[in-house]
């Protein structure tokens, strides 16, 4: 345990990776989209999506940390399993800051009327139906999914090279389009858009948790044998 | 397999096979605690293959490893006692030298910041530049650093001189045998750079081909060739009959090294002829003994550096 936190902190001693670069990413993505809405003229609430940015930064993270913090782990005698714990904690630290952030975010714009220009960047009434909470819980584990499919991703690259990974997400690919085949061939279209409607942001948050769990095993389970 | 307090390290029938290769073969020896151990090899012998492997940085084919009489592998109790930086070590992104020895201190409990601090000076190394635009002999030197710093029970030196030159070189040697004569440890160093080594290591292990080829005392090896100096009339007197591997001449003066040890009858009619016996190589006395295979397999000086 005592070295899992001590992955954890080695994360953070160059701040630049899980503090400063997610900061400008927020800080920048924020700031364009403000002047984004001033340039819109219109009165009508103005919704932007660049809130997304910082999430799939974390996709960029779990890369790294496995390509880069992995060999080094190694180097530091830590095991394979004190790093994955470790690595996934960081994240989820990083996403915890990040989810803070948009919730407060979202309660300013909502004080400020989207701040004095009906601009939403941190408030998108879809993600907060169920409340501030709802929100951030959505965030998290977007934010923590991202992270693990990076690092997924970048393990099945680190243990069986570029065609193995392309391999696996053409495969990915084909089982997705093969659900598409099933949904029509069962002429269920009607139903899984209802159903879609329905779940919100809540149910997407709960099934985006059940990927992220079974991935995080899968994640484990590829991370036990790779060489750094 | 039995366990001994003093061999902190057993192979027993290693083998390591890669799709195409086999990179170790049916390898099998042990490392006694608190010695510094050469292993010697050339480039592609099998070295780094097999210090992974002890680390549980990569996985065995088949055969048997035990590092303080336990398996490796997902082991934190064994090993958070070692530490191997290896030769081509990646760093997180964006690091610097500084990160690296901070990020290192969380990991090795006897981590010493005072002779960490101390080597940055003697390699002069630029603590605040990015790891990735070091030059080849500073990232070795940041390995080196991590490696003697850590004082780990088990300390690997995978190639550490690769692009150092040979004032820091010399330093290397000198911090590891001053550091583990105040902190005795057991240091394995792989090297091709043989004679540079043979004053440090107390044990050779050449592996050539994944293959162990010698496994010994640095000074049974040396006393396995001797180099008679003298009169060349008198010296090939002295040597007809005797396997040479080695010969140097300088005017009427000949260098001639014999393979076997000197009786000390020999060393009589030595000394009755006025002849002397000199410092034998390792290096070459090793070069020689591995060129007895079929193929040459001999380690060579100047490895292509990667």
């Not at chain 1, 209802?194 to 590829?222: D, N, P, Q």
């Not at chain 2, 050779?204 to 396995?224: F, H, N």
């Not at chain 2, 002397?276 to 190589?281: D, F, H, K, L, N």
């Amino acid at each position: 345990m005592n070295r899992t936190l001590s992955v954890i902190r080695m994360q953070f001693v160059n701040r630049q990776t899980y503090v400063w670069i997610p900061l400008i990413i927020l800080a920048g993505s924020f700031v364009l989209s403000l002047l984004i809405f001033a340039l819109i003229p219109t009165d009508a609430p103005k919704y932007g999506g660049a809130a997304q940015a910082p999430l799939w930064y974390l996709l960029a993270v779990g890369i790294q940390a496995m390509t880069m913090s992995f060999p080094f782990s190694q180097a530091m005698s830590v095991t394979r399993r004190e790093f994955y714990v470790g690595a996934l904690l960081t994240a989820g630290i990083a996403a915890l800051v990040l989810v803070a952030v948009y919730v407060l975010g979202g309660f300013v714009e909502q004080l400020t009327g989207g701040w004095g220009m009906n601009g939403w960047y941190f408030y998108l009434p879809w993600i907060w139906e169920a409340g501030p909470l709802g929100a951030g819980l959505f965030y998290f584990v977007m934010a923590v999914l991202l992270f693990i499919i990076g690092f997924w991703s970048a393990t099945i690259y680190k243990r069986f090279g570029g065609v193995g990974l392309t391999i696996v997400l053409v495969g990915i690919g084909l089982a997705l389009v093969g659900l598409l085949w099933l949904v029509g061939r069962m002429d269920a279209w009607g139903f899984v858009w209802e159903w879609l409607m329905s779940a919100g942001a809540m149910g997407l948050t709960a099934w985006a948790a059940v990927v992220a769990v079974l991935l995080a095993g899968i994640a484990f389970l590829t991370l036990r044998r790779t060489v750094p | 397999m039995t366990t001994s307090p003093d061999l902190v390290v057993q192979v027993d029938h290693l083998t390591k096979r890669y799709r195409e290769t086999l990179a170790v073969d049916d390898v099998s020896f042990s490392i006694e605690k608190d010695k510094i151990y050469g292993l010697l090899g050339r480039n592609g012998a099998g070295k780094t293959t097999v210090m992974s492997i002890l680390t549980a940085q990569n996985f065995a084919t088949s055969g048997d490893v035990r590092v303080f009489g336990e398996q490796p592998y997902e082991n934190a109790r064994v090993l958070g006692r070692m530490c191997f930086v290896r030769e081509s070590q990646k760093y997180p992104d964006d690091a610097t030298p500084t990160h690296a020895f901070a990020m290192a201190r969380l990991f090795f409990p006897r981590w010493d910041q005072k002779l960490a601090d101390r080597l940055i000076e003697d390699f002069q190394l630029p603590p605040k530049k990015r790891i990735k635009k070091l030059s080849r002999g500073q990232l070795s030197a940041v390995g080196v650093i991590i490696g003697l710093a850590s004082r780990a029970e088990i300390t690997f030196f995978d190639e550490p001189y690769l692009g150092l030159d040979a004032v820091a070189r010399q330093i290397f040697y000198d911090r590891l045998l001053e550091d583990y004569t105040l902190h005795p440890r057991t240091v394995i160093l792989s090297s091709h750079l043989i004679d540079e080594v043979a004053n440090l290591i107390e044990k050779v292990i050449v592996i050539d081909r994944g293959r162990i080829i010698m496994d010994d005392d640095t000074d049974a090896v040396r006393d396995r060739a001797a180099s008679i100096v003298g009169d060349t009339a008198i010296v090939e007197a002295f040597v007809a009959g005797r396997e040479v591997i080695h010969r140097e001449s300088l005017g009427r003066v000949s260098s001639v090294t014999v393979l076997g040890a000197l009786s000390p009858e020999d060393r009589r009619r030595l000394a009755a002829a006025g002849l002397e016996v000199g410092p034998v190589s390792l290096q070459q006395l090793i070069v020689r003994t591995t060129q007895h295979s079929p193929s040459d397999t001999a380690i060579t000086t100047e490895g292509a550096v990667r």
